[in-house]
């Protein structure tokens, strides 16, 4: 089985620097995702890490260490907009009977964390 | 292209009712998938297409739940006998493979259903 964790809930101020931490622990990992989801929205993408190390991207970073199961995701100059729920995702690898039943790439659906509900305050 | 589309965008029913949503992917989209997702929770897998072809579906996805897509287009999600444990946003997804083949899934605004 799977299991990501991550924390429900994390307040921050305007303008600082926020981390949130994604840990998981699963066979065969391929891929992690960082999500964004507004309330009454849809998720929307955020970051995509398969290598160690850390993506940048404007005021969101991610960070991925395979061998620790571990993720992070770095906002920086928090905006009142920043206020959402940071969803974590990974994809696994499949076994190769799987994959050419399942579907012609080699990695699982997406399985979603329960999120971590981030509020900026002014 | 405007993205997923989902309708309707609410839905409120009675128990033992069927209800059905549909979902239109963005067009050069080959696999679409639909999650469902309560309050306070992560989106839950339930089912995925690989063109009209339904390649996987979870354990959630019991006896009442049929997703379609029959010609490998939009999809549509019927819940017959609907009961107040069904009452959820049913996200819609899809995503392409065409290179670079990541997995990201495009969302669409989710329909949520409320069963009385």
């Known amino acids: 089985g799977q299991n990501i964790d991550q924390p429900t809930e994390m307040t921050a101020t305007e303008g600082a620097i926020v981390q949130i931490n994604c840990t998981y622990q699963t066979s065969g990992f391929n891929g992690l995702f960082w999500y964004q989801q507004h309330a009454g929205e849809a998720p929307t993408f955020l970051s995509y890490?398969?290598?160690?190390g850390l993506e940048e991207k404007g005021r969101f970073s991610s960070f991925l260490s395979r061998s620790k199961g571990y993720s992070y995701l770095l906002l920086k100059e928090l905006q009142m907009k920043d206020s959402a729920s940071y969803l974590c995702?990974?994809?696994?690898?499949?076994?190769?009977?799987?994959?050419?039943?399942?579907?012609?790439?080699?990695?699982?659906?997406?399985?979603f964390g329960k999120g971590t509900m981030l509020l900026v305050s002014p | 292209d405007t993205g997923v589309s989902q309708n309707p965008r609410h839905k409120i029913t009675k128990r033992g009712q069927n209800v059905t949503f549909r979902c239109d992917p963005i067009?050069?989209?080959?696999?679409l998938y639909w999650y469902r997702q309560t309050l306070g929770q992560g989106p839950e897998f339930l089912t995925y297409f690989q063109n009209e072809a339904q390649l996987e579906k979870s354990r959630l996805l019991s006896d009442r739940f049929s997703a379609e897509r029959p010609k490998g287009s939009f999809s549509t999600l019927e819940i017959q006998r609907t009961e107040q444990g069904d009452s959820a946003m049913y996200l819609c997804?899809?995503?392409?493979?065409?290179?670079?083949?990541?997995?990201?899934?495009?969302f669409g605004e989710g329909s949520r259903l409320t069963v009385l």
């Open positions: 997804a899809s995503s392409s493979d065409t290179p670079p083949d990541t997995g990201e899934l495009f």
């Open positions: 995702a990974v994809t696994l690898r499949l076994q190769a009977q799987l994959w050419s039943r399942s579907s012609n790439s080699g990695y699982s659906t997406l399985t």
């Open positions: 067009s050069e989209h080959n696999r």
């Open positions: 890490n398969v290598l160690d």
